[in-house]
């Protein structure tokens, strides 16, 4: 595989299958479209190809970005600047409207904070690109449970409450804040939370493939939301500096010698919140932690754990993008994998789509 990228190492050497990975390369460029794929394993980089694009070109991650909104309250509660269980109104005031007042920072890294729209979904997608009137909206907005009472997808508001909890406690931004704390120690100067202009000629566009994602596809493809900083699901990026990034949380918070998180933080991002209960927003099963979503499915074929592989580990902990993308690392097999793709199908194709690269992925680790 070295005459196809000088990065990738020996699969053999790392106990992976050629012939699997061979076959999950296969899959992917038959798909057509623009795609990203970096496979790692045991810190080897075994796979990293590009489809229909460059190397450096820029997809957006959709709610991929989520785990970084949370990773970046987990460092504040590191440093003791944030405590879990308190209240979020506790660093900011206004959110305690409406009978929030006892949501706590845990509740919302657990999509517990009875909020997973602010005020309305159709407003909340068209004012994702202003933070203030974002961030106004959760303040006024009435909870439709008490915290940690159930666990739903809080679409765009974890990332807004999440890095307007940074932004109060911190006084710099959320751009600044995770680009000085985690891309730059990093040396990962092609993720980008809000793409900046002078990288957007590398974007790539998204392209529906069903009606159902039109929507989406007009939004995400305008300048002024890829631009946007949208803790949520505004992260442009390479799959290779992805999988770093996952790599670094598999090392338990240090790459290359340079630590940005201590292992106990980490751990605590990937704790089990629940036990893969049905979420009330997106209507089927998942196991959240405090800011990923976790392998191991159970036996719902609707289980979005799947998209991590139906074998893969309860420990396995990653994010879904819309219904293009995946990055996720698996402990127990020492496996980062990241796959990004500009086409968007119907969610439940999408669904099935990410879970056919996992899986692949998984194939190739045999049973080395």
Known sequence: MNTVNER???????????????????????????????VVRRGAVVLDRSYGCSADSLFLAY????????????????????ELDRPVAAYWPEFAQQGKDAVTVRHVLQHRAGVPVGRGMVRTMRTARDWERSVRDLERARPRWPGGAVAAYHFMSFGFILGELVQRVTGRSFRDFVTSEFFTPLGLNDLHMGLPDNAWHRHVPARADHPSEWPNQWMSNRRGYRQAVIPSAGLSGTAAQLARFYQMLLEGGTLDGVRVLRPESVAEARKPSGDGEKDASLKRPVRWSHGFMLGGPGPDPQDLARVMGGASSASAFGHAGTTSSVVWADPTRELVVAYLSNVQPEFGAGVERLREVSDLALDACGAG
């Open 8 to 38: 990738e190492h020996d699969p053999g050497a790392v106990g992976m299958d050629p012939a699997a990975l061979q076959r999950l390369n296969d899959v992917v460029r038959a798909r057509g479209g623009a795609a990203q794929l970096c």
């Open 63 to 82: 709610a991929a970005t989520k785990p970084f909104a949370a990773l970046a309250v987990h460092l504040l509660a590191e440093r003791g600047l944030v």
